[in-house]
């Protein structure tokens, strides 16, 4: 029996995935949560084997809470089940340590075949998201030369911080931090900060 905790803040949906997982014989609902605050006071009693898990939750969001829940845990599933499939998010909760990443446009079929899957090894991901993935994996930019400084930039940028914050975790001027970035979308050739993230995704860059 695969032992499955849902952590989502609409009841709705909530609901429904819990049906689903209850009435499926393989499968058991050892607990629901409507945040992650909650989520990670409650899971380690409840044990689960799966975590379908929400992006856009209150507070903590599902990305931030998946090498937490794996602190818990362990080696736990953690299927991410939202509504975004932005390049951006599909590879900061990849690269966060989930196991699967599918969309909320989901049959009781699909969700039920997609823990399962996980659960023998695999990594369930929507259509789209599994195009990113390959995709992503497409030799990196040949005439993109960063130097170190630039990529350490980039790289704080994919991990969302602000200018503010880099400044401070790299010790250098915001004023700085602004001419790398601007060197940066040059060299990348983009004009805003979510294309140079999901450019640097997309071609290994970071």
Excluded: W
């Excluded at 040949?142 to 990529?151: F, I, W």
């Amino acid at each position: 029996m695969t032992r499955v905790a849902i952590v989502e803040d609409d009841d709705i949906i909530r609901d429904a995935y819990q049906s689903i997982v209850d009435h499926a014989p393989e499968l058991e609902c050892v607990a629901i949560y409507g945040d992650c605050e909650s989520a990670l006071q409650g899971i380690k009693r409840a044990r689960p084997d799966v975590i379908l898990l929400d992006i856009g939750l209150p507070g903590i969001s599902g990305i931030e809470a998946v090498p937490m829940f794996r602190k818990l845990l362990g080696d736990v599933d953690i299927i991410i089940v939202t509504v975004h499939a932005d390049d951006e998010r599909v590879f900061a909760a990849l690269r966060a340590g989930a196991r699967g990443y599918l969309t909320k446009n989901l049959s009781a079929e699909r969700l039920v075949g997609a823990i399962t899957d996980v659960v023998r090894g695999g990594s369930p991901m929507s259509a789209r998201i599994a195009r990113l993935v390959v995709d992503s994996m497409r030799a990196p930019v040949q005439d993109a030369v960063l130097t170190n400084r630039e990529h350490e930039v980039l790289r704080k940028l994919c991990d969302g911080h602000s200018y503010k914050i880099i400044a401070e975790h790299l010790f250098i001027s915001e004023l700085t931090v602004h001419t790398h970035i601007k060197n940066i979308y040059r060299k990348l050739e983009v004009h805003s900060q979510t294309e140079a993230v999901s450019k640097a995704f997309r071609h290994g860059l970071i």
